[in-house]
Nanobody, 114 residues
């Protein structure tokens, strides 16, 4: 069973930065990987994805502020979050994209508040 372990979340002030990591227990080199988030009372949404060719796409709400990257040798996906806003508050998850193939991990909580 593939395990996804997200980390790096926490409490951050508006305008601040965080770097999230997602360690995957198998090779990700053949998958488009994505970061998703789920805010309280809302559906989970895909916010960024990176293809096997390192082409990245972003949701309009995070474009220009978030950067997704991947290290296939380490089977790890990253999300650099800059200029965060209160509306970025959510639990963040990684998985394949645009459809999730693996079982979801526990996610990492990001709270943006002053």
């Amino acid at each position: 069973q593939v395990q996804l372990v997200e980390s790096g979340g926490g409490l951050v002030q508006p305008g601040g930065s965080l770097r999230l990591s997602c360690a995957v227990s198998r090779s990700i080199s053949s998958y488009t990987m994505g970061w998703y988030r789920q805010a309280p009372g809302k559906q989970r949404e895909l916010v960024a994805r990176t293809t096997t060719s390192r082409i990245s796409n972003y949701a309009a709400s995070v474009k220009g502020r978030f950067t997704i990257s991947r290290d296939d040798d380490a089977n790890t996906v990253y999300l650099q979050m800059n200029s965060v806003k209160p509306e970025d508050t959510a639990v963040y998850y990684c998985n394949t994209a645009p459809a999730s193939v693996f079982d979801w991990g526990q996610g990492t909580q990001v709270t943006v508040s002053s």
